[in-house]
């Protein structure tokens, strides 16, 4: 998760009551024993002739674990970096602090919102069987999990006869070590399975067990405050469970015999090792017999290219098998965006993030249809603004008619689709908890003091519109001289002419104070409109609007007029058009869960990057092309958004003169 650098804002000292919190949250999630009054007492040691040796004879207390979890000197701040193949943002707070003798160091860190610290390296080798240890072969440390990859399933190691640690539950942060220096943690991630079910023979097993978030090697551990480099690992630490002495001595010898083509994993990938041995106990296998091969090696860039025009050409077969005519179905011009979505990607032979169009040497679809021209498959023509079209396609190429069609692989989503879209499915998805959301909006009111307590009884209660208007209407019906009595028109009073008038008072107010008489609906709505009598405030209600008070306790309504979305058409780079989508997160919906199927509907490329000029964490959406009516109507609409809460700019249209 760290494999480049955090940019980490200014340090801040924790204060003593925050630092003992946080420490015993720790200790809460971690469940890590806490010494009992009786252990904590101090012991006298006439023997001990130093304040060193009493100090080391004497058991530990509550404040010395909290100490150990987070020092005295413990500095906090906030840090943001990139991770993953799609480079998604990362926010979060780091945790500094140095233990005795040493320099300091990135204790802990949290990310994004979620409330669990997770350690480092640096505190797992001060604090031992804090978490579980888990164990796999030295050359899965050196060369797969220290450059960012997942510990599968097969990579695991255990002694003989032993049991898996209870605590490696589905979602525990464990910690992972060598067969060499089996005491000492080098790796940290949370489990992906049940590790502490999975039993003695892993052989034929597959998947990620832990998924990875720091390492030794790692930019967190090699931080500093002056300079860089992170502190070496000890040869080995007491207190952690290492190996039996027989695990040890049985694969100390293994050497990697073969090198594996296959290439370095990303963030996000896991470690492939190869298994072709099959002996009666896992843990006297060799090295080959540990793991076994579950990913893909990455493609070269020339394999995706011959893959890009296999495509094509299956498409173009397709399209002759299923259609007759002179252009088998297609419609000329055929512009790029369709041209990637519906003829490359669905007849692509492998259905793989690395191969996209910009894993190509082409990088762009523009290039590529030049390709095809070239190659003498197609006509294409240059159109105002730089977009190439496709005008005419060869289909009696020997290319064409020599081509032999390949097995297709089946879509992931296959079944959870066919599972949305039936009747009893509803309308959620099972990935993106936003899809078939309801939402509505209320508008609430804090009203001023000086309709306290004549209309209103309190002004530090929310009242809805509806509510500040039947009050009024009750102060007119229990003041019959006013006229109010099914009357349009009303008198005024003191108390209407002062406290609501007299604040503020428009062109209008001035008139109807004039003639002593204002019309009842315009009462209701100047009391309303005007916000120092009634500071707006407003509520995005997710689920059943129907009891507002509970709606009020689950969350606290915010000052200000309600949220919109904000859709942005604008030029990039020249005539490119985009269309920028922000403050999604008021509505309860994930940009990072947005974009694939903008990408998909719109059948150009997406992205999610930081919002320029937002606060961290607030995140932009943006899609290829003028794509404000799939949006609102189609990818919003699902998401329980009404078009008007949606504010759409369009800044390619020119000034008006």
């Avoid at 924790?14 to 904590?40: F, G, N, T, W």
């Avoid at 860089?228 to 100390?252: H, V």
């Avoid at 070269?300 to 094509?312: L, W, Y």
């Avoid at 007299?502 to 109807?512: E, F, K, M, V, Y």
Wanted: glycine share 8%.
């Amino acid at each position: 998760m760290f494999k480049k650098r955090p940019e980490i804002k200014n340090l801040s000292p924790l204060r003593s009551s925050d630092r003992r919190k946080l420490a015993d949250q720790i200790i809460k999630d971690y469940d890590i024993p806490v010494p009992s009054s009786s252990e904590s007492a101090p012991v006298e040691d006439a023997s001990s002739s130093s304040p060193s040796a009493a100090a080391a004879s004497q058991p530990p207390t509550l404040s010395s674990l909290r100490n150990s979890l987070l020092p005295d000197s413990t500095s906090s701040a906030r840090f943001t970096t990139t991770s993953g193949p799609n480079q998604a943002l990362l926010v979060g707070t780091i945790y500094v602090g140095s233990h005795p003798g040493q320099d300091e160091r990135i204790l802990w860190f949290q990310v994004g919102k979620a409330p669990k610290m997770i350690p480092t390296v640096y505190t797992l080798w001060q604090n031992p069987n804090i978490v579980p240890l888990l164990h796999t072969p030295d050359f899965v440390v050196d060369q797969k999990l220290s450059h960012g990859s997942d510990l599968m399933i097969p990579g695991l190691v255990k002694s003989r006869g032993a049991a898996w640690d209870a605590r490696a539950k589905k979602g525990a942060v464990v910690a992972v070590a060598g067969l060499q220096k089996d005491t000492v943690p080098m790796w940290v991630g949370t489990c992906d399975v049940e590790v502490c079910k999975l039993g003695n023979d892993l052989r034929g097993q597959k998947g990620v067990a832990v998924k990875g978030l720091h390492w030794a090697g790692d930019e967190v551990w090699s931080w500093r405050p002056l300079g860089s480099g992170g502190r070496e690992a000890p040869e080995a630490l007491e207190g952690w469970q290492g190996l039996t002495e027989d695990m040890t001595g049985a694969i100390k010898d293994m050497k990697l015999e073969d090198e594996e083509a296959d290439a370095d994993a990303d963030d996000g990938g896991g470690v492939a090792l190869s298994s072709n041995k099959t002996t009666e106990d896992p843990q006297s296998r060799g090295r080959d017999d540990l793991t076994e091969v579950v990913d893909v090696p990455e493609p070269t860039t020339k394999e995706v290219d011959d893959a890009f025009v296999q495509a094509f050409l299956f498409a173009l077969h397709k399209a002759k098998a299923d259609n007759s005519g002179p252009h088998y179905g297609f419609d000329f011009p055929i512009q790029p965006s369709h041209l990637i979505s519906s003829m490359i990607q669905p007849h692509l032979r492998h259905q793989s993030p690395h191969y996209n169009i910009k894993k190509t040497s082409w990088k762009n679809a523009k290039k590529f249809i030049k390709h095809l021209d070239k190659l003498r498959l197609l006509k294409s023509k240059d159109r105002s603004g730089g977009e190439t079209v496709i005008l005419d396609i060869d289909f009696d190429d020997a290319q064409v008619v020599n081509f032999r069609p390949y097995t297709l692989p089946k879509p992931k989503l296959a079944a959870s689709e066919a599972k949305s879209s039936a009747p009893d499915a509803g309308s959620s998805s099972s990935t993106d908890p936003s899809v078939g959301q309801k939402i509505s909006i209320q508008i609430l009111y804090r009203v001023s003091a000086k309709l306290v307590p004549t209309l209103l009884p309190s002004k530090t209660d929310f009242y809805s519109g509806a509510q500040i208007a039947a009050a009024v209407k009750a102060y007119i019906e229990q003041h019959p001289d006013l006229g109010g009595q099914g009357a349009s028109s009303i008198k005024l009073d003191p108390f209407l002419a002062n406290n609501i008038l007299g604040s503020n008072p428009t062109p209008d107010d001035q008139r109807a104070l004039a003639a002593g008489r204002i019309m009842r609906g315009v009462l209701q709505r100047r009391v309303v409109d005007d916000s120092n009598l009634c500071q707006p405030f407003h509520l995005v209600v997710r689920g059943d609007p129907s009891d507002q008070q509970q709606q009020q306790q689950q969350q606290k309504p915010k000052s200000g007029p309600p949220p919109q979305i904000h859709l942005t058409i604008e030029k990039r780079t020249g005539t490119k058009v985009v269309t920028k989508m922000t403050n999604l997160e008021p509505f309860f919906i994930d940009p990072q869960l947005v974009a694939p199927e903008l990408q998909k509907k719109c059948a150009g490329s997406a992205s999610v990057g930081q919002l320029t000029g937002g606060r961290p964490g607030l995140l932009e959406v943006v899609v290829q092309g003028d794509q404000r009516k799939i949006i609102v109507n189609d990818v919003l609409a699902r998401r329980g958004i009404d078009s008007r809460w949606v504010d759409v700019v369009d800044k390619t249209k020119g000034k008006k003169k």
